[in-house]
């Protein structure tokens, strides 16, 4: 919820936001997933993203989300 949020909503995807949502519900993950943004204040970007949930030590049921994001444009 909280990236697709930022930057006045300009992370909003929806192909991002269902990747992210099995990352959530269905503890998978996903590498170089690429996507090219016209950002307002970065200008035009390619990126490639990856994501996977990792425990903390709250409990079974807690986890965060480890999202790399790397600019690939170029």
Same mark, same amino acid.
Request: proline fraction near 0%.
């Given at each position: 919820k909280y990236l697709f949020s930022i930057m006045g909503g300009e992370w909003s995807d929806p192909k991002l936001k269902e990747m992210m949502e099995q990352v959530? &519900?269905?503890?998978? /993950?996903? @590498?170089?997933?690429? !996507?090219?943004?016209?950002?307002?204040?970065?200008? &035009?970007?390619?990126? /490639?993203? @990856?994501?996977?949930? !990792?425990?903390?030590r709250d409990g079974e049921e807690s986890f965060r989300i480890l999202l790399t994001i790397e600019d690939i444009t170029g």
């Open positions: 959530i &519900k269905q503890d998978k /993950s996903f @590498t170089h997933f690429n !996507i090219e943004k016209d950002f307002k204040s970065l200008g &035009k970007k390619k990126l /490639s993203l @990856t994501a996977r949930r !990792i425990k903390t």
